[in-house]
């Protein structure tokens, strides 16, 4: 079993940053991928960002240059920094790992005020 404890949400005015965080523990194998999704209210799930244990990346277009995944292997740990915060990134972001399977964790709301 991988559990997934995320933080870092909250209320932001718009333009502003945040940076979510998300940490594994458990049975972890040394290769996987980490990343966010996100859900916004009557929306379908979205991938945001996705980052592997060798640090290759993948951004949805919405966000390329505004936000930055990183990851700590380490720490088997996810970030996610979140600058130029527009109101349209409201949404609950969900935390995963792909290991033997995928893991989620339980969502933190990312509230964007205009």
């Known amino acids: 079993q991988v559990q997934l404890v995320e933080s870092g949400g909250g209320l932001v005015q718009a333009g502003g940053s945040l940076r979510l965080s998300c940490a594994a523990s458990?049975?972890?194998?040394?290769?996987?991928?980490m990343g966010w999704y996100r859900q916004a209210p009557g929306k379908q799930r979205e991938l945001v960002a996705t980052i592997t244990t060798g640090g290759t990346t993948n951004y949805v277009d919405s966000v390329k240059g505004r936000f930055t995944i990183s990851r700590d292997n380490a720490k088997n740990t996810v970030y996610l920094q979140m600058n130029s915060l527009k109101p349209e990134d409201t949404a609950v972001y969900y935390c995963h790992i792909d290991t033997s399977r995928r893991y989620w964790g339980q969502g933190t709301q990312v509230t964007v005020s205009s």
């Open positions: 458990g049975i972890i194998l040394p290769f996987n991928t």
